[in-house]
């Protein structure tokens, strides 16, 4: 089965390999702890408020720092390292970590617990709390998920692009090297707009449970990766030199057009939440819908469609599963297939969540301005 699935080649390491592998995480979140509370930071208020003090929430940043100071080590392999191991060790790092993101999930849910936990499963997944946050502030959980699971991101793209040309060396695949460049330039855009994350729904609503966590650390920084898993086995395509060309450059078009999208429409977001009246870019006026105390964007990107961000998502997707150049391999298509159905639920959900934030008359007047989900004149 293994063999038949195409990655037989990630269960070929020694015992003790194996053990090393399964304990990975633990040694990577205890340095990216240490990293994060060394480091330098800044300090700036969120948009979540602090309901013992009424103000908004104190967040120390410096994902910037720790994401430059991780691939140097990686890099230049200071710890001993190979630049393989996050690659070969993928399967067994997962089980591990999985284990551990249990550990962190009951410890969230349950470790300090004044009573009873209702539906207890259900809280495990869920989570029980919006924010933990330790050592003065230094310290916050979240924050921490996206900083490990950012640049884990980056490193096990890198990684697999290591293996593959230890495999191929000139046959190998310019798609895969394309391919964790086009993950670590998402990793480091993420960290520079970093404060942006403090105004996005993750942040604001969801509580810290299994789903989080896991998700977090595991999903996005292992398992983001998953069709390199098949595809780093698979050479350069062989296109011929015209073609190369228009797969290459077409797809790094792809790309940087669905980052473009998301980018834009989280930055006016954001821009809107902090100063409603200001104009996005000093040239989209910040049209919304007045709903009680709290306004509803409708203007600029977020006028094209409900979620037009996700589709932006969506096109880097797309990039990723047509950079490998090999197209009818189910693998290329396994991340593609992930965010499609991931954002397709998120969007029904957060639409029943906003209809009770902003009341029923409001979100349908929104809806009724603001016709299409994701995709414009389809869905």
């Known amino acids: 089965m293994i063999e038949w699935l195409g990655i037989g080649h990630l269960f070929q390491l020694t015992r003790t390999e194996a053990i090393a ?24 208020p969120g948009y979540v408020t602090d309901p013992d003090s009424g103000e908004p929430r104190n967040y120390r940043l410096n994902g910037i720092l720790v994401f430059a100071l991780a691939v140097i080590v990686w890099a230049l392999e200071l710890t001993g390292m190979p630049h393989d191991w996050f690659y070969r060790s993928s399967i067994h790092a997962v089980a591990g970590g999985t284990v551990l993101c249990g550990i962190f999930a009951m410890l969230a849910v349950f470790g300090g617990s004044d009573g009873k936990v209702e539906r207890p499963l259900a809280a495990l997944w869920e989570g029980r709390v919006l924010e933990l946050q330790f050592l003065n502030e230094r310290f916050d959980v979240k924050m921490y998920l996206y900083v490990v699971g950012g640049t884990m991101l980056s490193l096990n793209a890198m990684s697999g692009a290591a293996w593959h040309y230890e495999l191929f060396g000139a046959d190998a695949n310019p ?18 707009f970093e404060r942006v994350q403090l105004y996005t729904y993750d942040v604001i609503h969801e509580r810290l449970g299994f789903k989080m966590i896991w998700g977090g650390l595991m999903v996005y920084g292992w398992l983001y990766i998953l069709p390199l898993w098949g595809m780093a086995v698979y050479p350069n395509p062989g296109f011929a030199p015209g073609w190369s060309h228009v797969w290459l450059i077409g797809s790094t078009a792809l790309f940087l057009v669905g980052w473009g999208i998301a980018r834009g429409a989280n930055m006016q977001k954001y821009t809107f939440k ?11 006026e910040p049209g919304y819908i007045e709903a009680g105390d709290r306004k509803i964007l ?13 589709l932006g998502e969506g096109f880097h997707a797309l990039a990723i599963a047509l950079v490998f150049g090999h197209f009818a391999v189910p693998w290329a298509w396994t991340y593609f297939l992930f965010i499609v159905g991931l954002f397709i639920f998120r969007q029904r959900l957060d639409d029943r969540f906003c209809a009770e934030k902003y009341g029923a008359e409001k979100w349908a007047e929104y809806r009724e301005r603001v016709r299409w989900r994701i995709i414009p004149g389809i869905y």
């Open 175 to 192: 798609g895969v090297f394309l391919y964790a460049a086009f993950l670590t330039f998402y990793v480091a855009d993420y960290f520079v």
């Open 298 to 310: 409708c203007s600029g990107l977020w006028g094209v469609a409900r979620h037009f961000n996700y």
């Open 21 to 44: 592998g399964f304990f990975t995480p633990m040694v990577i979140f205890a340095a990216f702890f240490v990293a994060q509370v060394v480091l330098p930071g800044r300090r700036v």
């Open 274 to 284: 902090r100063w409603p009246e200001r104009k996005f870019l000093g040239l989209i």
